[in-house]
């Protein structure tokens, strides 16, 4: 197989984590004899400071012709006080409205050894197993007006949550294929006891449902969503929901098994492109010290040679070293627990990869 | 003291916690002199079952002319298909705004006889001790338009975020004043990388900071802070932040301790009356039979009289009371521990009342 990658490693610890995670692909592309040819781009604040933008159009060319796309993290202290347009996150933002990556896929899995790591109880976070399904270009997010505005005569501002049906309906269908390769259940998360676009939402959530009588839809608020990640999380499979609410209710999930270091997303459009990234962030506090958890962008990869690819043994194959690791007691300081074995993040780098 | 007190015990559960609590308040104001003059109104379901509205005038009246107003719960399937105006919680929607009841305080504390309720570990939840003020009557509860309407030539819907400076500058300083009393640190929760009314927030949270400088200010994006209250839920104090973001972090704060049924709530109005409820809802899967846990609604009484009445010793005479039955192992079965004594709601404000 002959792919081209857009490889964007970002700020922070992302250049680090995201060099393991092409050591692991280069390592399956010997083994396995596929071609990856990558090409690296620039993204967030180090784009900022090279070229007066978070997001150069290079950049976005380079994606665009690629059949994949690897990010590490974006943002850093330095580029707080910047213009908006200059900060870093702004090329998070340019970047999925650039290749319409209209669907997030952020599964949150609880790995067994992992599970002491956990704020929750025992009994409460093992065997969970679920995926958000966020909207990525729409809603609150990229509605206009957003601005200064006058109300009433006074001074104030304005945000606009808007959302075409179209763009509701392709989510939610998304939501509703990975539901059937899973546990075949989808909550979908509005707050249409208020909102008029959740309204909508509900409605459409319905009609999709009719085309897939096998998978079981439920409607949950908002509010109560992040009640019941909390409380029982194990009654979720997939959870789809709009920009914002899927921003707050997928980082609530993130840390749930306490192992954020190890949670990997795509970001789906509808003709690729896809886009694959940890979920965690920069961590400027601890860039450069070689301590980083480079599994989730180790797992980035792997999601990225199934789900882009269909590459489904090599993708499996990579899961298998993490757990092998894992089960052996390596750990990079994030996701310590007793008996483990402190590792930097080339060291962990190394022992996945001598694992493949 | 001579007081009116408007009672509005709601849908569900709402009548059994409410008589439950009206009882606690009347052998205070036995017990020390006091004439709490009730008048009872309906909210909710109930009332749209009778007068076609869940907020008829009358209502709004009683609550206009009274002192304080105490509030079960509102809701239930049997309105969840009427057209939205006449659903149970518009008329919650409507109190606030037709009081100006802008900030909303909502108190998570741990206790330590139920914190083994918590689905968190110990060591994570003992000895929380954060509040929630969050703005009640503005953002994008109430902006215009909130519509469908077509974009871009295509059927969709839209929603409107909006805030006036003054409406963010008061319910921010309500959180410094709060802070004052407690443990100094202000929490404002926005999304300044992204919302123009985020940003505007962020600044007039920093103009508030400048006349307290004894208390210290902190920025949180809500994607952090939904990750922080499950991770490190000592590190708050007083959280401050906008109404849609307030409901869904002041909902996720309300289950950490695993003891909802305990939590009480008040909202706050420049001039008064001030609203009292529990944080729960009206649970109708278990109501009429004499289980539910009235506690919530007591304590909101003790709120009542310490806010709206500075009846200091009162209050402190109600949480003591509450504490004791607790410490003597009586539970309602929400909060059920081992060895613990299951009571239904009358025994359970019975007990409360014997320890007054
Ligand atoms: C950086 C920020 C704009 C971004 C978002 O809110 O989408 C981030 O929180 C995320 O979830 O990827
Ligand atoms: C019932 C609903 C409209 C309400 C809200 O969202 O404000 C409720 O969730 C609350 O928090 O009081």
Known sequence: MNKRIAVLPGDGIGPEIVAGAVKILQTIGTLYSHQFELTFADIGGCATDKTGTPLPNETITICKNSDAILLGAVGGPQWDSLPVEKRPEQGLLKIRKALNLFANLRPTTCYESLAVASPLKKDIIEGVDLIVVRELTGGIYFGTPSERTVIDGKPGAVDTLQYKNEEIERVIEKAFEIARTRSKKVTSVDKANVLETSRVWREIANQVAEKYPDVL???????????????????????????????????????????????????????????????HGSAPDIAGENIANPLATILSVSMMLRLSFQLDKEAAIIEEAVNNVLNKGYRTRDILSPNSTIVSTTEMVESVNKEI
């Open 217 to 279: 839809l439920e409607h949950m608020l908002v509010d109560n969503a992040a009640m019941q990640l909390i409380r029982n999380p194990k009654q979720f499979d997939v959870i789809v929901t709009e920009n914002m609410f899927g921003d707050i209710l997928s980082d609530e999930a993130s840390v749930l098994t306490g192992s954020l270091g190890m949670l990997a997303s795509s970001s789906l459009s509808e003709a690729g492109p896809y886009l694959y990234e940890p979920i």
